[in-house]
């Protein structure tokens, strides 16, 4: 009896200083993790820069929670086995930033992107270039397809302005992501496929602009990509990037005024990423070398009257309500030129039309 108490007594000693090991070794590692300079923001910034093929798009940069949850969606997606995605928000915010992030990240980075945006192009269009990635109206002619053209893995197929798909084109593509092919012999990525949308998913399922099958076959892998004005103080942080650059593409040592970055914190954005960066591109070059940016009435007159109580009125409005009263406004700024309001906006003069378009302006 007493031999066996002997043996027993150790074998506890050993396993109470095992796990007093193991709960030092915890508490140094927290000691560590609580004496790291670096904040979780700057971390995962550092390793999601690290890990890029190129620098972290400007669309994609800061160091808010918004848009750090976005780069940890892209780099999921783009080490997923289908890699799949459906890419939604307003524009100008980075949605194509985002696609092309995937795929620069991705076993595909290699292979070219295949990309058509339906706002530009008719539904015979849009058939051909379906058809031509293999994406084919019956499961025979797919096969076929696959078989005859491709034995290994295929481009990302890309479509921008998936709600404009008319509800067959979209029925078929949600075949072809989850109906099997007799006989294939090329892994899933030979199905990569990525939509972006520029309305709300559940809008556009109720609106009958989305089919619900595509939703589900895209379901896991939705980006939501936030407004500029979600994004905390990441306009401020992009700013100042944008300048850093021209900076080192010009030779010249040009810094924002205090007037200027206040203004820019303040202003809500709504042409988001794509707008805050043709801004700081006209004050720029507008800029003698050596003097501050300011604000400046001809080219940004929507900075003037920025503040936090335009922010304050414009919350709760929806996108397009935003949209339309910016486009309204920019307009009335430069006496209906719509070269120059396009110009202004940082889009296309046929973007424009479109969006005058579709706000019956």
Not at 180 to 205: E, H, Y
Not at 207 to 222: C, K
Not at 284 to 297: K, M, R, V
């Amino acid at each position: 009896m007493s031999t066996s108490k002997n043996h027993s007594v150790p074998d506890q000693d050993r396993d109470n200083t095992s796990e007093a090991s193991e709960l030092k070794r915890s508490a140094e590692q927290a000691q560590a993790t609580d004496n790291d300079d670096l904040s979780r923001q700057d971390k995962h910034h550092q390793n999601y820069q690290k890990s890029s093929v190129s620098a972290i798009p400007l669309s994609l940069d800061g160091m808010s929670d918004a848009i750090i949850a976005v780069r940890s969606t892209i780099a999921a997606i783009a080490s997923s086995e289908s890699l799949r995605a459906l890419v939604f928000g307003p524009e100008g915010s980075g949605r194509k930033a985002v696609v092309a992030d995937i795929h620069r990240r991705s076993a595909l980075a290699s292979l070219p992107l295949h990309y058509i945006d339906a706002h530009q192009c008719s539904a015979v269009d849009v058939d051909a270039f379906l058809i031509e990635n293999g994406i084919a109206p019956d499961e025979d002619s797919l096969a076929s397809l696959y078989h005859s053209k491709h034995t290994d893995l295929r481009p990302l197929v890309v479509v921008s302005g998936l709600e404009r798909l008319t509800p067959a084109q979209q029925w078929r593509i949600a075949c072809h992501l989850t109906k099997p092919v007799a006989d294939r012999k090329i892994n899933s990525l030979s199905r990569a496929f990525a939509g972006i949308m520029g309305c709300d998913i559940t809008q556009a399922i109720a609106d009958g602009r989305l089919h619900s099958g595509l939703h589900e076959a895209l379901s896991t892998g939705f980006i939501s990509v936030p407004a500029l004005v979600a994004r905390g103080d990441d306009a401020l942080y992009l700013a100042r990037r944008v300048v850093a650059a021209l900076n080192s593409d010009s030779g010249a040592s040009k810094q924002m005024s205090a007037e200027l970055e206040s203004r820019i914190g303040n202003y809500s954005w709504p042409g988001n990423v794509a707008e805050l960066r043709h801004t700081i591109h006209e004050l720029y070059h507008q800029t003698a070398n050596g003097s501050d940016i300011e604000p400046n009435t001809l080219i940004a007159p929507r900075l003037l009257s920025a503040s936090d109580a335009t922010i304050e009125k414009l919350v709760g409005s929806s996108y397009w309500t935003v949209q339309k009263l910016l486009i309204q406004e920019t307009l009335a700024s430069v006496g209906g030129d719509k070269r120059r309001a396009a110009s202004l906006l940082g889009i296309s003069l046929k973007t424009l039309y479109n969006r005058l378009r579709d706000f019956d302006l």
